[in-house]
């Protein structure tokens, strides 16, 4: 049995159902404060009962206003970004607009296609949650007066928001309990450099080695890419160097999911024979085996922090506007696969690794650095 088609209703019969206008009943949806409670209440009532959905793109045309707000994230395969896209997209719908999303994948072509959407359906604003993206495609948007709020951006562009992530705090905060346990061999797979945040994230891990007396060798500087199988490939380059570090700092939790991965296949244990920490603290974190110790920075705490800065008058606050130079705080989140290191001699090593390794030639992940070619 075919369902029946409901017939169309449009403004027209709402006004008629409710003895108003139509000039009434578009105020009364487009939430008009002037138009009488009484009024309001039958266009809600008459709306309600014919089950109306206004034309979101007729009242663009009416207001000149989109009701939409652009949304740029690095991608959305790392759970981190869903979680992200999902808190933005509630509190955007809560203040009346609906989202455009674009995802870059790190390339500087798919940024400036996200950016040219953007553009052409008019967003009203533009959060950029990329962690890095080109200045000029920034001054783009920023040109044609889209108001817009960033992550990490710098402060070239007079009309951008930049939201800086206090990466630093997490950071030391992983090293130090890393040390505080007996680590001296302790290794950084960061994300691509050319991203600003990646580059942060690097500076401060030297940094907060430096304040504890130690000097990572440039072996155990590892650039990755952000991705598990990039995890891996590192953790494999770093099974071979010397000494074997004792413990991995990663960029993001991605890229520790990649590095116990490469551990289990190697033979190592978690934490008995490598701690490994990630970054971002994903809801997938608590689930690895063993779970994840991991730098927490709050993907909902990020999303609100951006919409809120966002230089839109409909979107202030009742304590107002977020000033330029929001901080997002960053902490460490300890769970099982951190604990002490080894010792061989009296003497924490990484040394002995190389020998574990090497007696799982069977492994399905080679355990040592992969030969070229």
């Not at 896209?85 to 809560?94: C, G, T």
Request: proline content about 6%.
């Amino acid at each position: 049995m075919a369902t029946p088609v409901r017939p169309s209703v449009d403004i027209h019969v709402v006004a008629r159902k409710a003895g108003v206008s139509t000039a009434t009943v578009s105020r009364v949806m487009n939430h008009v404060s002037t138009v009488d409670a009484r009024l309001a209440a039958r266009v809600n009532k008459a709306a309600a009962e014919l089950c109306y959905t206004p034309n979101t793109q007729a009242r663009a045309l009416v207001l000149g206003k989109s009701g939409l707000l652009g949304l740029i994230v690095s991608e959305i395969t790392n759970p981190f970004f869903p979680e992200l896209i999902q808190s933005f997209e509630l509190a955007a719908v809560e203040r009346g607009y609906e989202i455009l999303l674009g995802s870059t994948n790190y390339a500087p072509a798919r940024m400036a296609q996200c950016v040219r959407r953007m553009v052409e359906r008019k967003v009203e604003g533009v959060a950029v949650m990329t962690f890095g993206m080109d200045e000029d495609l920034l001054q783009e948007l920023s040109g044609r007066a889209i108001p817009l709020v960033s992550v990490g951006s710098t402060q070239t562009i007079d009309a951008a928001v930049s939201i800086e992530v206090n990466y630093r705090q997490g950071i030391e905060e992983a090293v130090q309990h890393l040390a505080g346990m007996g680590h001296r061999a302790i290794a950084l797979i960061s994300g691509p450099l050319h991203l600003r945040g990646a580059e942060l994230r690097r500076v401060a891990f030297v940094e907060a080695m430096a304040a504890i007396g130690l000097s990572p060798s440039g072996s155990h500087l590892v650039e990755g890419d952000h991705t598990m199988e990039g995890g891996l490939r590192a953790a494999r380059q770093l099974f071979g160097s010397t000494p074997v570090p004792t413990a991995i700092l990663c960029s993001n939790d991605m890229t520790a999911i990649g590095v116990l991965h490469a551990a289990s296949a190697c033979g190592l244990g978690v934490p008995e024979d490598l701690s490994v920490i990630g970054f971002d603290d994903i809801h997938m974190a608590r689930f690895t085996v063993p779970p994840l110790t991991s730098v927490r920075m709050a993907p909902a705490d990020l999303a609100r922090a951006a919409l809120d800065a966002l230089p839109l008058r409909p979107l202030r606050t009742a304590s107002g506007p977020v000033e330029t130079g929001t901080v997002i705080p960053t902490h460490l989140v300890v769970r099982q696969t951190t604990g002490s290191p080894r010792r061989r001699g009296g003497r924490a090593s990484g040394t002995w690794l190389r020998g574990k390794r090497m007696g799982r030639a069977e492994a399905a992940v080679s355990c040592g650095p992969e030969k070229p070619g």
